[in-house]
């Protein structure tokens, strides 16, 4: 059997609280009590899960393993790159129960965007644990903290408060999310508590260099294949401050493409000296429909600009569904970035 070692991380040192200091949280204390009298539980994140949506969703099912439950976790659909996070084969692609006792949201906004969303709407009683500007509060319990970095780092300060212990595994799970969702560190929004986690991971042992390999500087090769014709296709808009390109389904088919495959192909954009929003757009599989994705560097909030399609997001990382021709499409996204610029 595995054994797994408890970290021994002060929550509480990392988060600047001393313990005479915490006050009682009724929506953790709330949320607590809902766990404990549960008995079927199951979790849930958004499609085309990313790191910190797979890291979040493990962190909390150790968790609630830690509580003494056996939930499930739903997420269908991932990239093989995250295979290498702890408990990862106890994701299942199709759940037991029609009906739950208790559906816990990770790392989504809004019910459209959640995976497994029927299963959620069933369930007796619902958590929406998250971190977008975006969330619509879909659930009984709403715990969103909108200028947290990750939903990782929003567990952080669950755990402390339900005095869970920080394991190897659980410890792994998080800062993967925060790795992702911070771009390695690098984004805004990350906060002193995001490096004291980082560096007490590492002072209790974790390979926190291997995690960064794994997460940010390995691709599949679907993925590479793709990223080339990205940088081909790049077009320089607006004086050189938008950038725009694209892969539609033939693209995909032809880098024999998985789910996940088209991770992190909007950044490439970004990095142009000069340009302030990167656009790229994927064709999704029904016909005449992309999925849009956005990243600034400074100024603009790409979030507001999606929210107009009915999407939403971060101000600096955000994305949205529009309809249409790959030129429609094109034009739509450029014309409202071009207004607010
Ligand atoms: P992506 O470009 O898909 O990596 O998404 C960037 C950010 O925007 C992530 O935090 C997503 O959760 C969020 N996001 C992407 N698409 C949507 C959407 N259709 N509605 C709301 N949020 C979205
Ligand atoms: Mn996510
Ligand atoms: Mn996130």
């Known amino acids: 059997m595995k054994i797994i070692k408890p970290l021994d991380i002060n929550l509480n040192k990392i988060l600047g609280i001393k313990e005479e200091d915490v006050e009682e949280n009724k929506t953790l204390t709330e949320m607590l009590n809902k766990i404990k009298s549960a008995e079927k539980i199951a979790l849930f994140t958004h499609e085309s899960p990313d790191g910190d949506a797979i890291g979040s969703t493990i962190a909390m099912y150790l968790t609630l393993k830690q509580i003494g439950k056996e939930p499930e976790m739903y997420i269908p659909e991932y990239s093989r790159l995250f295979a ?13 129960e029609d009906v739950y006792d208790l559906a816990i949201s990770l790392d ?16 007796n009683e619902t958590i929406v644990i998250d971190h977008h500007g975006t969330n619509t509060m879909f659930g009984d319990i709403n715990y969103v903290d909108q200028v947290a970095p990750a939903c990782a780092q929003v567990l952080i300060s669950i755990l402390q408060y339900f005095k869970i212990e920080i394991t190897k595994d659980i410890g792994t799970c998080l800062l993967s999310g925060i790795m992702t969702d911070t771009g390695g560190f690098q984004y ?21 260099p291997d995690i960064a390999t794994k997460i940010l500087q390995t691709r599949t090769k679907p993925n590479f294949e793709l990223s080339k014709k990205v940088v081909d296709r790049i077009e320089l808009l607006a004086n050189g401050r938008i950038a725009f390109s694209y892969i539609n389904s033939k693209d995909e088919e032809e880098a024999k493409a998985e789910p996940g495959d088209h991770e992190g192909l909007v950044d490439i954009g970004r990095s142009i000296e000069g340009v302030e929003v990167s656009i790229f757009i994927r064709q ?38 529009i309809k249409g021709t790959l030129e429609q499409v094109k034009n739509k996204i450029i014309a409202e970035t071009e207004k607010a610029l």
């Open 84 to 96: 290498f996070l702890p408990s990862s084969d106890k994701i299942k692609k199709s759940l037991s």
């Open 188 to 208: 805004q929004g990350v906060t002193p508590e995001t490096f004291e986690f980082a560096a007490e991971l590492l002072r209790k042992g974790i390979d926190v």
């Open 108 to 123: 989504c906004s809004d019910l459209k965007r959640l995976e497994g969303k029927e299963y959620f709407e069933n369930a």
């Open 284 to 321: 999704k599989d029904e016909e005449n429909s992309y999925k849009v994705s956005m990243r600034s560097t400074n100024e603009i909030n790409v979030s507001d600009i999606c929210y107009l399609f009915g999407g939403g997001g971060h101000p600096r990382a955000a994305g949205c569904l």
